[in-house]
């Protein structure tokens, strides 16, 4: 019994995340961290040494239009990703929702592009678009006429196609969220709106749509903090063109970092871990507000 006791007092579950703590301090933490302290310097692959500059790159930055430019259609595109996505993923989930057999493939068929990495869906969609891709032999094959559109070469609307394909790639995720919400809301509650004379639209829209403010939240919150951090898709599919009508801020401080301007890169890393920081808890927290009040 002593033994029992004793071993039992030795053992302890929390003891097994220890692994998973390191790595994600040495993946995670640590990198942060050095973030925070190589923005402040001149690092760079010019120079041998690397020396304290203060607020010196952010100063340039702030300086050069560049960085607003890719802030500006950072946020842009970021808006459009959770518009879309959560449009496509709420759609997929009211016309799915049945049980049936078929409902159930396509729902696993939707969630096909989630687990495809975003780099092939990217490089796909940029084959499929350019003026000899596939879109346009389908299209010069059905008009009988040689068809040669630049899909990807609007400097306006270049921009929210990438939006959608990104949008097109997760809004698998977005349909199972609202599939859940949609299944935990009673149907004593639909039913008794139909009683009392509402119409299955009513029923719908006043009743059953505002129950799935918890999965509202967390799909917005989820798609535009997700999109802001947005990289390969676009990188793939345009590389930030045309007219740098794409780059968006990770290309751009992937391009910076490229040039060996590591500091730079850095400080632009670190404006936009503050931007979506700044974007994320009020957002947050107008849905969570939202959310109580219905």
Do not use: C
């Not at 990438?162 to 009673?186: E, F, Q, R």
């Amino acid at each position: 019994m002593e033994t029992t006791v004793r071993t039992a007092g030795r053992t302890h579950p929390m003891w097994f995340l220890v692994p998973a703590f390191a790595i994600l301090f040495v993946f995670f933490f640590l990198p942060t961290l050095f973030n925070f302290v190589y923005a402040f310097t001149d690092w760079s692959s010019f120079k041998s040494e690397i020396r304290y500059t203060g607020f010196g790159n952010f100063a340039a930055l702030l300086s050069d239009g560049t960085l607003f430019a890719a802030l500006r259609v950072t946020v842009v595109y970021a808006v459009l990703v959770a518009l879309f996505q959560n449009l496509f993923g709420f759609g997929l989930a009211v016309l799915l929702e049945q049980d049936t057999w078929l409902n159930r493939a396509a729902r696993l068929a939707f969630l096909v592009p989630v687990l495809m990495s975003a780099l092939a869906v990217g490089y796909v969609f940029q084959a499929l678009l350019k003026p000899d891709g596939s879109l346009n032999g389908l299209l010069s094959a059905l008009t009988g006429q040689q068809v040669e559109i630049a899909w990807l070469g609007s400097t306006t609307w270049t921009l929210v196609l990438a939006a959608v394909i990104h949008a097109w790639k997760w809004m698998g995720l977005s349909m199972l969220i609202y599939l859940a919400g949609l299944k935990t809301i009673p149907e004593d509650v639909t039913e008794a709106a139909r009683i009392d004379g509402a119409t299955p639209w009513q029923a719908f829209w006043w009743v059953r749509f505002p129950l799935l403010a918890p999965a509202v939240t967390f799909n917005v919150a989820t798609a535009l903090l997700g999109s802001m951090n947005g990289f390969d898709i676009v990188q793939a599919l345009t590389g930030g063109g045309p007219a740098r009508s794409t780059e968006i801020l990770n290309i751009f401080i992937y391009r910076t970092f490229g040039q060996g301007l590591f500091a730079q890169a850095t400080t632009m890393s670190l404006v936009l871990f503050l931007v979506v920081a700044l974007l994320a808890f009020p957002v947050i927290r107008v849905l969570r507000k939202r959310e109580d009040i219905l």
